[in-house]
């Protein structure tokens, strides 16, 4: 099983990115697929999570109104696009599953990608 988080980059203030997330030896359908991202010093956050099912979704209120997850199951991928991106949003942007549904919390997903790093700086 392997997820990779792709996408991430520098961008300046109010610039948009979409982050992916690939995964292979599963299939996402029976996954619930979640972003978290870790910020220099700090702990890693939830930010994201999506219902591989129903497409039922979560957002941490950092990116409630910026963040859009979605998915493509024909491709087993999950998508975060991001917009207005702030310097606060800096951080590594990991992807993670879990076979429970709606989670928020690092301990309750099974699999996790390796990583993107987002840079918003001027």
């Known amino acids: 099983v392997q997820l990779q988080a792709y996408g991430g980059g520098l961008v300046q203030p109010g610039a948009c990115l979409r982050l992916?997330?690939?995964?292979?030896?599963?299939?996402?359908?029976?996954?619930?697929t979640g972003w978290f991202r870790q910020a220099p010093g700090k702990e890693r956050e939830g930010v994201s999570c999506?219902?591989?099912?129903?497409?039922?979704?979560y957002y941490a209120d950092s990116g409630k109104s910026r963040f859009t997850i979605s998915r493509d199951n024909t491709k087993d991928t999950v998508y975060l696009q991001m917009i207005s991106l702030k310097p606060e949003d800096t951080a590594v942007y990991y992807c993670?599953?879990?076979?429970?549904?709606?989670?928020?919390?690092?301990?309750?997903?099974?699999?996790w990608g390796q990583g993107t790093l987002v840079t918003v700086s001027s």
């Open positions: 992916s997330c690939a995964a292979s030896g599963l299939t996402l359908d029976y996954y619930a």
């Open positions: 999506i219902r591989g099912t129903d497409g039922s979704t």
């Open positions: 993670a599953a879990n076979k429970w549904g709606i989670r928020t919390r690092n301990y309750e997903y099974e699999y």
